[in-house]
């Protein structure tokens, strides 16, 4: 079975505070994990370091066994949900999908659209006008997408 995300003691320092500190961790391609801990334990960090949003000050990470920072290859394979689901919160989430399309190499409106209409989520309401999770579910469905 190939690995999906692997770290090996992984650390990122922000000034003198380590956030993350001798992370290392396997986590098998095709399973599900979950990250607990309290605020500050370095899960955001963790993320960030696995799709390349930040470099690491010691050890390694590799997803699907490569380093994802500045890896264009790679990241266009990888969907991320930022833990503050930046939307434009003037578009609709139709604009938002058609945006996509039109920034993405890869990909599949129809995906977005359908996990949007599984939900109940309108495509035609603007997104600042949404519940904070309605939010959160477009922004899965335009990684997903």
Do not use: H
């Amino acid at each position: 079975m190939s690995t999906a995300l692997e770290t090996n003691e992984l650390g990122k320092r922000y000034g003198r505070a380590w956030a993350l500190r001798d992370c290392s961790l396997r986590l098998p391609a095709g399973r599900v994990a979950a990250l607990v801990g309290p605020n500050g334990a370095g899960k955001t960090t963790l993320l960030n370091l696995a799709v390349g949003l930040l470099r690491p000050d010691a050890g390694a990470v590799r997803v699907l066994g490569e380093a994802p920072a500045g890896n264009t290859a790679l990241l266009a394979r990888v969907g991320f949900v930022a833990q503050d689901t930046p939307l434009y919160a003037d578009f609709t989430a139709a604009e938002l999908v058609t945006m996509g399309g039109k920034l993405n190499r890869r990909w599949d409106a129809a995906v977005a659209r359908t996990w949007l209409s599984k939900l109940d989520i309108p495509l035609d309401r603007r997104v600042g006008t949404l519940s904070g999770g309605q939010r959160a579910q477009v922004a899965l469905s335009l990684a997903l997408a």
